[in-house]
């Protein structure tokens, strides 16, 4: 059973990131499919980009069939260190190893590309709020990364529709995003 309430705003992101994690997409596969279907919209009106994506974690929409599917674009997944998160090029999860994380990586001699080169950001995160917040799962990898980008660079928070609450907690560093989806 899901708890249905947030805590308060002021509870801390410990307390959020309890409360998120405790939050479980009920069809997971069709959620997926559906966010698939909203970015393949966007990213049809938009022309050829460099885009960081990712790779989802099993409570993380699975980003897979539209890096696969979708032409005219350059996709870039990240690879963690201990400390940091770099972009390389990555076409299709076949052509990736296990990460850090468990998490399908590029290999290390895949094209590197810095943050600034970056058109389009797709950001995974514990929870938005659609204020357009986000709370990421505490190592601080993406908000380092994304305060990297170059100044406009659109940031699209993706997550499954019971991770996007009003509000999340934040702080001075945290990036907001530009836009989530699924679109509220």
């Given amino acids: 059973m899901q708890a249905t309430s947030p805590p308060p705003l002021d509870s801390g992101k410990a307390a959020w990131r309890k ?13 997926s499919a559906a966010i698939v279907r909203e970015l393949a919209t966007l990213l049809k009106s938009l022309p050829a980009s460099r885009i960081a994506a990712f790779a989802g ?23 963690i260190s201990e400390t940091e998160m770099n972009f390389h090029a990555m076409r ?27 058109d389009l950001v797709l950001c995974p995160g514990l929870g938005f709020g659609r204020d357009l917040s986000r709370i990421g799962r505490g190592k601080g990898y993406y908000d380092r990364w994304l305060s990297r980008l170059r ?20 702080d001075a560093h945290d990036i907001r995003m530009t836009q989530l989806i699924p679109s509220a």
């Fill in 57 to 79: 974690m099993p409570d993380e929409p699975d980003l897979w069939p539209l890096i696969e599917s979708t032409q005219g674009h350059e996709w870039f997944l990240p690879r």
């Fill in 151 to 170: 100044p406009g660079t659109p940031i699209i928070g993706v997550a499954f529709p019971c991770r996007i609450v009003d509000a999340v907690p934040t």
């Fill in 19 to 31: 409360w998120l994690r405790a939050r479980t997409e009920p069809e997971p596969g069709k959620a």
């Fill in 92 to 118: 299709s999860r076949h052509d990736g190893v296990p990460g850090v994380f468990g998490i399908i990586e590029p290999h290390t001699s895949a094209a590197r590309i810095d943050a600034p080169e970056i």
